[in-house]
């Protein structure tokens, strides 16, 4: 059972910032496609943002864009979600996730149905 690990979350006022890591093993990574999802209590879990590792095409929600980027370093096999200005409406449990069939579908909004390896979580909190 495979589990990707998140590092990074924290409590944070409005306007802050935050940067998330998400290390991969190499046979996750090479999945090509890596995200990040979150949940907020009450609500389904939404993608935040994903990467095509192959190219470092990327995809970020609407309601993130222009505060966070998404990005890779392809030779530590890691992924990172910088987070900038955020808001409390940004507090939830922040996943890291990858899809082995996704493609290049990665570049485009894609559900979690399709994920293949979830981390656990790492909570973000924004006050």
């Known amino acids: 059972h495979v589990q990707l690990v998140e590092s990074g979350g924290g409590s944070v006022q409005a306007g802050g910032s935050l940067r998330l890591s998400c290390p991969a093993p190499e046979y996750v990574y090479s999945s090509n496609c890596m995200g990040w999802f979150r949940q907020a209590p009450g609500k389904e879990r939404e993608e935040v943002a994903s990467?095509?590792?192959?190219?470092?095409?990327?995809y970020l929600v609407d309601s993130v864009k222009g505060r966070f980027a998404i990005s890779q370093d392809y030779a530590k096999n890691t992924m990172y979600l910088q987070m900038n200005s955020l808001s409390p409406e940004d507090t939830a449990m922040y996943y890291c996730?990858?899809?082995?069939?996704?493609?290049?579908?990665?570049?485009?909004?894609?559900?979690?149905?399709?994920?293949?390896?979830w981390g656990q979580g790492t909570q973000v909190t924004v006050s």
């Open positions: 996730a990858a899809g082995r069939h996704v493609g290049r579908d990665c570049a485009g909004p894609w559900h979690a149905s399709r994920v293949d390896f």
């Open positions: 990467i095509y590792t192959d190219d470092s095409s990327t």
